[in-house]
C-alpha cells in the first residue's frame, strides 16, 4: 500500500533507530537506493531526523514540517509501544510539491491566472473618449461635460440616447478616463436580468439565503464593482421595488446581501443609462421620482445621429477602416453621393445601423470587386420617411401625400409586391390600394421598381 503511494514517503525504524522498512517514494526523494538505506541509522541518512526524535522521547509529533532534499513534506512520527516500552517508530512524510502533485498545482495556478485574466477582461472597460468620432457642437459639448466627470470619481452620471447613439461607448470612456480606471469596471443589463434575479444579482446572497443558492453564497456586482464603476445599463427596466433598494444603496453606499445579517461599504460610482425618457415614466408613475432624481446628477444627452450629419461625414470612413480591418478586405473610400445619402437618411437605429449598413455595402463592394463604396452599395431604404427633407413647408395635404406614397412604397415591397397581401397588412381593400398605387405611380412588378 505505501509502495504504490507517489505523495507519501513512509519509514519504519527498530528499537535501535535503524531503518527497517522504506518506500520507493521515500528513496526517490532521497535519491538513494534500498540497499543505500535500509539496515542504516537514520542518523546516517537524515541527520535531523524527527523520527529519531520520537523514538527517544516515546512522543508523537504530528503534522510537523519537514524539508528533506529541498522538498517541503509534512511530517508525521508515531512511536510503537510494547509493554510501555517503545520498540519503534513509524513515520511518514506528506509532499507538498512534487510530481503530479506539482503538475496539478501548476494546472490549477494557469487556470486561475487564466480566470483572473477572463473576469478582469469581463470586468474592464474597452472604449475610451479617443475611441468617440464627432465633430459637432452638441457632440464636443457633450464631451467636454463628460470629461469633466471622469474627473469626479463618485458623480452618478445618467446616459440617455436612442437606442445606437453610443451610451456605452461614454459609459467606457468615462470609467476609463477616471482615476477608477485600474479597477473594475461592471455592467449589469438591467433590462436582461428577470425580475426575481435582479435583487441577487445587484446585492449577492449568503450561503444559504434560499433553495438553490450556491454554496458559499455569491457576491453581488455591487461588491464586485468596489473601488469601480457599476455600469446601470436599461435602468428604466428596473421594477418599482427594486428601485426603492436601489435608492437605498445609493444613498448610503451599503448593500446587504439577501439573508445576510451585515450590511457591507462599498465605494462605487453609478452610471446609469437608458433609451427611455425617464421624465416621462416618472410623471407616469412607472419610474420612482427620488431614483430619478438621484441618478439625474449629471445628466449627458445624446443626440440622435440624424440630428448631426457633419458627425455622419466623419463616422463614415473611420468605421469603414474599423469594418474592412475585420473583414480582412481592402478599405475603400466612399463617394459624394453615397456620403451624402448617408447625411439625408433618418437613421432609427442611429451608429449602430450605420454600422450594419457600412459592414453590409462593404460585403455587396468587395464581392463586385467595386473599388469605391457608392450609393448602389447602400441598402437603406430611401422610402423611410425623412423629417430632414421637410426644409421646404408644402400644404398639409401634398406632405401627407408624400408620405403616403414613401409608406405604400415600402410595405409593397416588404411583402415581395404582392398587393392583396400589402392591402390585408394595412387593412384596406385591395382595389383601393391598386388604385393609391396608380395615382401615386408606384411600380407595381419587382422588375420595375428601382431600390
Ligand atoms: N461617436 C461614435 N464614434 C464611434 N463609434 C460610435 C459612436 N457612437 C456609437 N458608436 C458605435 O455604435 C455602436 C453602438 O454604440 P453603443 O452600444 O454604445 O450604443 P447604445 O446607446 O448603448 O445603444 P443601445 O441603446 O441600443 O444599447 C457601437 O459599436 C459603438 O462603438
Ligand atoms: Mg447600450
Redesign the pocket.
Known amino acids: 500500500m505505501f509502495e504504490q503511494n507517489r505523495y507519501m514517503a513512509v519509514i519504519f525504524l527498530d528499537r535501535d533507530g535503524v531503518i527497517q522498512y522504506t518506500n520507493e517514494t521515500y528513496l526517490e526523494i532521497l535519491n538513494l537506493s534500498r540497499e543505500q538505506v535500509v539496515g542504516r541509522h537514520v542518523l546516517e541518512i537524515t541527520p535531523h531526523s524527527r523520527a529519531y526524535i520520537t523514538l527517544q522521547t516515546g512522543k508523537a509529533k504530528v503534522g510537523y514540517e519537514w524539508i528533506v532534499n529541498n522538498h517541503h513534506t509534512l511530517g508525521t512520527a508515531l512511536p510503537i509501544f510494547e509493554d510501555d516500552q517503545v520498540v519503534g517508530v513509524f513515520g511518514y512524510t506528506v509532499f507538498l510539491n512534487i510530481w503530479d502533485g506539482k503538475n496539478i498545482l501548476d494546472e490549477i495556478l494557469s487556470n486561475l491566472n487564466m480566470y483572473k485574466d477572463e473576469v478582469h477582461r469581463l470586468h474592464s472597460a474597452a ?1 475610451r473618449f479617443e ?4 465633430q459637432s457642437q452638441a ?1 464636443t459639448d457633450i464631451i467636454v461635460l463628460a470629461q469633466q466627470v471622469a474627473n469626479h470619481p463618485l458623480t452618478t452620471v445618467l ?1 440617455t ?11 467606457h470612456a468615462i470609467h476609463n478616463a477616471s482615476r477608477r480606471c485600474q479597477r473594475p469596471f461592471v455592467r449589469v443589463n438591467c433590462a436582461a436580468i428577470p425580475e426575481n434575479l435582479l435583487e441577487s444579482e445587484l446585492f449577492g446572497y449568503e450561503e444559504g439565503a434560499y433553495t438553490g443558492a450556491q454554496k458559499g453564497g455569491k457576491l453581488g456586482k455591487f461588491e464586485l464593482a468596489d473601488q469601480g464603476t457599476i455600469f446601470l ?2 435602468i428604466a427596466e428596473v421594477p418599482l421595488n427594486m428601485q426603492s433598494k436601489l435608492l437605498f444603496v445609493l444613498q448610503d453606499q451599503v448593500v446587504e446581501r439577501l439573508g445576510g445579517v451585515h450590511p457591507t461599504k462599498i465605494n462605487v460610482r453609478v452610471i446609469a ?3 427611455r425618457d425617464l421624465e416621462n415614466m416618472v410623471r407616469s408613475g412607472s419610474f420612482r421620482q427620488d431614483l430619478y432624481y438621484r441618478l439625474n446628477v449629471v445628466h449627458i444627452k ?1 443626440p440622435p445621429l440624424r440630428d448631426r450629419a457633419e ?1 455622419i461625414r466623419l ?1 463614415t470612413p ?2 469603414i477602416s474599423n469594418l474592412s480591418q475585420r473583414l480582412n478586405i481592402a478599405e475603400r473610400e466612399i463617394d459624394e453621393q453615397a456620403l451624402q445619402r448617408l447625411c439625408k437618411y433618418s437613421w432609427p ?4 445601423e ?2 450594419n449598413v457600412l459592414e453590409r455595402s462593404l460585403i455587396i463592394a468587395e464581392m463586385e470587386g467595386a473599388r469605391v463604396l457608392s450609393g448602389r452599395h447602400l441598402n437603406i431604404s430611401e422610402d423611410k420617411f425623412d423629417f430632414n427633407d421637410l426644409s421646404e413647408v408644402k400644404s398639409l395635404k401634398n406632405m401627407l401625400e408624400e408620405y403616403e406614397k414613401k409608406l405604400l412604397a415600402r410595405i409593397l415591397k416588404d411583402c415581395q409586391f404582392d398587393v392583396p397581401g400589402a392591402a390585408r397588412q394595412l387593412n384596406m381593400d385591395p382595389s383601393s390600394l391598386y388604385r393609391k398605387l396608380r395615382k401615386f405611380g408606384i411600380c407595381i412588378r419587382k422588375e420595375y421598381s428601382i431600390n
Do not use: C, P, Q, W
Open positions: 472604449y475611441d468617440i468620432h464627432y457632440m446616459i440616447g436612442e437606442s445606437g447613439t453610443g451610451k456605452e461607448l461614454f459609459a445599463d436599461e443609462a437608458t433609451n445624446i458627425d463616422i473611420h468605421i437605429g442611429n451608429v449602430r450605420l454600422e
